[in-house]
């Protein structure tokens, strides 16, 4: 008995300071898993290892050397996406220039024809080079500043220039009273903005306004009236290259870049069709990041 009971007693603590001794050695390894578990494809930087056992410090090496050479790769194709697309803008233009001057020189209607074929598909063309430098552009450059902007003002200027250069009156644009106060870069919310109305006025019907609607807290909404998606085209809109029909003339990379856009910021984009309140037509929102001091005191809107 004077041997077993102090045994009942160092035995039980021993086993309690070997579990909190392993359990505290092993906290610079969790802490250096849940640095990894945070890193994307946008953020492929060294993980710190500082802290880490000197024994697992050779793998810590070597998985940074592993994120570099991802890194180093997923930026090659972005910038070889993004050159290529800036490349090819100058002699599309020229190839457009050169069409329409012979349209305008030729008298014979079937040359003419085919010339404005050839002018269209040069369009798309031309489409498709911008929307992959924006992709591109949104993938690898960073989002969000260390300033705010009014998210108003970009989104009245976008409206504005595709109503004048191909959609008079067909946007119906609902806005707060007050600022949108924004870290979000205003050029990548144009670009958001952009794709998301002429997308709208590309699938949605001639004869109904796109509704293009900012709330205070910083959703972002556009619907198009238009026939009713089934679910399983709603859940591939978002991937690239895809499109509505078959017959659709589009790029298939809106939607991709304001999905793009939506998940580096932490929001999804949200596919509904029809539209909540209709029995028919398409929306897609993304709420934005905002600042919570304007937000708050935001609460009348204004339309036009």
């Known amino acids: 008995m004077g041997l077993g009971l102090p045994l009942l007693i160092i035995v039980p603590l021993a086993l309690l300071s070997i579990g909190l001794a392993v359990r505290a050695s092993l906290s610079p390894l969790r802490r250096f898993r849940d640095r990894i578990d945070a890193r994307n494809a946008q953020d492929l930087s060294p993980v710190p290892s500082g802290d880490i056992p000197t024994e697992i410090e050779p793998v810590a090496v070597t998985l940074n050397r592993l994120l570099e050479r991802l890194k180093a790769t997923f930026d090659a ?45 040069l369009k798309r063309m031309t489409r498709l080079s911008e929307r992959l430098m924006q992709l591109a552009r949104v ?17 009245r200027l976008m409206v504005d220039d595709i109503a004048r250069t191909g959609a008079p009156g067909r946007i119906a644009l609902t806005l707060p009273e007050m600022p949108v106060m924004s870290d979000l870069d205003p050029d990548v919310f ?33 619907a198009n009236e238009g026939t009713v998606l089934p679910p399983e085209t709603l859940g591939r809109l978002s991937a690239r290259f895809e499109r509505a029909g078959s017959s659709t003339d589009g790029s298939g990379l809106g939607l ?38 304007t937000a708050s005191t935001q609460s009348g809107t204004a339309t036009r």
Do not use: K
């Open 77 to 121: 194709e972005r910038c070889f996406a993004a050159n290529a697309a800036h490349e090819l803008r100058t002699p599309l233009a020229g190839a457009i220039a050169q069409v329409q001057r012979l349209q305008s020189e030729t008298r014979d209607p079937s040359i003419g024809a085919r010339a404005a074929d050839i002018e269209a598909t």
């Open 139 to 155: 993938e690898g450059a960073q989002l969000r500043l260390d300033r705010t902007a009014d998210l108003n003002l970009v989104a």
């Open 190 to 222: 144009g670009i958001l903005c952009r794709n998301l109305v002429e997308n709208a006025l590309r699938h949605g019907s001639e004869t109904t306004p796109v509704a293009v609607t900012l709330t205070p807290d910083g959703r972002l909404t556009v």
């Open 256 to 293: 991709a870049i304001v999905a793009a856009i939506a998940e580096r910021i932490g929001s999804p984009l949200v596919l509904r069709s029809p539209r909540p309140g209709a029995s028919s037509g398409f929306e897609a929102s993304v709420m934005l990041p905002v600042d919570d001091g």
